[in-house]
């Protein structure tokens, strides 16, 4: 964050995602819930990744602090890229300098599989 601007991203990464319940509260429910709940159900199957079993996408976020904007196309885009072309691993995306190429400092395999990095229960974060 410079000057009371961000840029950057957002990773959400889904697994097993169950939309709805099944069983008695199912007969609850009405019809407008119920097709809803079938057409997210529909649209995470048809996206998530064969692969990795994912739904994935990368949200460009930038702009103001006090008013983001985000990239909705381009995360369209890569929602349907991790669907059906190229899957999106876990982690953090290598940097870019202002031009769209990868900085030099970052430049190296990247590991398509490792997993998403928790933090350390054995390290405390004490604030000031």
């Known amino acids: 964050m410079k000057g009371g601007a961000i840029a950057g991203y957002v990773k959400p990464l889904f697994r097993g995602v169950e939309i709805g319940t099944d069983g008695e509260a199912v007969a609850e429910k009405g019809l407008r819930q119920r097709l809803y709940e079938g057409l997210v159900g529909i649209g995470a199957k048809v996206l998530k990744n064969r692969l990795r079993g994912e739904v994935a996408t990368v949200v460009p976020i930038s702009g103001r602090v006090d008013r983001p904007e985000v990239a909705r196309w381009e995360t369209v885009g890569r929602l349907l890229q991790n669907a059906f072309l190229k ?5 953090y995306e290598p940097a870019r300098s202002p031009n769209g190429e990868p900085s030099a400092a970052t430049q190296g395999p990247v590991a398509p599989d490792h ?10 974060h004490e604030s000031p």
């Open 87 to 91: 899957p999106i691993a876990p982690g």
């Open 115 to 124: 997993p998403a990095r928790e933090p350390d229960p054995a390290v405390r």
